[in-house]
């Protein structure tokens, strides 16, 4: 092998393993869209916060370039920007492409104008193909050689370069850089479209559950099916009330003890409800972490006085942990209460109301109390899942 093909074949094997790099790279979203997904509550907040993500992964694929001779270098930053549209909706393209047309801006150039404009348009085209698959419940590797292919009608932004420039990027640029971007999209897309069944399938089977297995309390479904057998029954009652009580140091308990402890903690309140309760009164636990006592026959001044009593109880005495720790309890409570008995859910939004209100009056943020909404606690809760 003469000296010229030994040059050859190691410049496309160093094209080969930066691609790798790039595809290690751009393999963080995937696992980052099912973990935000998994953890944030807000639609529209998991969203903007993979949008960032998105375009934060786009920023740095611009100055970790591949090359592919000497001296003509390209990067994948369209790859995150078209899935960004694809998978994110509305509110996550906008950070997206915002943060990838602030860093192309960044770096300037004769071909700044035509990046620019093709970062925008990959977002519109990456959004026009995920409403187009809005109602598809799985994307099939076809649907993602669509987007790939679609993601080349950007290339219109070439008339906006000198003709010389543009010459040279449509004979030695667009040849190697379009299958690349193609490949990433199937492959990273593919792993999107995984992520993205498996977070609904685990969201599925916890609708499914009827009790949370960490703290013995009914979950969501398992509520709303107790609260059917209750209207079946028909059974006279003095008036229906929910209490909803969030636990304030949450976060904190996360952070210091992990997901054991904070289980342990929750059944432990929930043993010392079951203590206090009339037999038939339900206990439950939200999918925000919130644990629901439904009181099925109290009139409303009945109810004023037990939560009280049940704050009291509930707060007076720490919790024991593993070894010597204890974590005190600290509670932000909110209620409802009607003579009828209304549906579960409007009873749920309404103790809700009344919960972020109380919050209101004691200077909180509304949505302050419930401190595993943070970045920080949810990520020291994966770790801690992932260590034991």
């Not at 393999?27 to 960032?52: I, K």
């Not at 009827?210 to 209207?231: E, M, N, V, Y």
């Not at 939560?307 to 942990?321: F, K, S, T, Y």
Request: proline share 4%; glycine share 12%.
């Amino acid at each position: 092998m003469t000296v010229l093909h030994w040059g050859i074949v190691m410049s496309h094997l160093e094209l080969l393993l930066d691609f790798f790099s790039t595809l290690a790279m751009l393999a963080l979203l995937a696992s980052s869209y099912r973990f935000v997904r998994q953890t944030v509550r807000s639609a529209a907040a998991t969203q903007l916060l993979l949008g960032v993500m998105f375009g934060g992964i786009a920023f740095l694929q611009m100055h970790v370039p591949l090359t592919i001779m000497p001296g003509v270098i390209v990067d994948m930053r369209h790859v995150p920007v078209l899935l960004a549209g694809a998978y994110l909706g509305g509110f996550g393209v906008l950070p997206c492409v915002a943060i990838a047309v602030a860093a192309r801006y960044a770096i300037g150039g004769v071909g700044m104008e035509a990046g620019v404009v093709g970062l925008m348009l990959a977002g519109c085209i990456g959004f026009a193909w995920g409403e187009a698959m809005r109602h598809r419940i799985a994307r099939p590797a076809l649907a993602l050689l669509g987007l790939g292919l679609a993601g080349v009608l950007r290339l219109v932004v070439l008339v906006l370069l000198p003709p010389a420039a543009m010459t040279a990027f449509v004979t030695q640029i667009v040849p190697v850089l379009i299958p690349l971007e193609i490949a990433a999209i199937l492959l990273i897309g593919g792993l999107l479209e995984r992520e993205g069944t498996a977070a609904e399938g685990e969201r599925r089977l916890r609708a499914a559950a009827s009790t949370d297995p960490g703290s013995g309390l009914l979950t969501i479904a398992g509520l709303q099916r107790a609260f059917k057998h209750l209207d079946a029954d028909d059974a006279p009652t003095r008036g229906t009330g929910i209490v909803l009580a969030r636990l304030r140091n949450r976060g904190w308990i996360l952070r210091e003890y992990g997901t054991d402890d904070l289980d342990r903690v929750l059944g432990a309140l929930r043993q010392r409800l079951e203590r206090d309760l009339p037999r038939g009164d339900l206990l439950g636990l939200t999918d925000d972490g919130d644990i629901v006592v439904f009181l099925t026959d109290r009139d409303a001044r009945s109810q004023e006085g037990l939560i009280e009593g049940m704050i009291r109880e509930l707060c007076l005495r720490p919790v024991a942990l593993g070894g010597s720790a204890e974590a005190r309890v600290s509670l932000e409570v909110g209620h409802t209460w009607d003579v009828t008995r209304r549906p579960l859910d409007q009873q749920l939004a309404e103790a809700a109301a009344s919960l972020v209100h109380n919050a209101r009056l004691r200077g909180d943020h509304p949505g302050k109390p419930f401190e595993t909404a943070r970045t920080g606690d949810v990520l020291f809760e994966r770790a801690q899942r992932l260590l034991t």
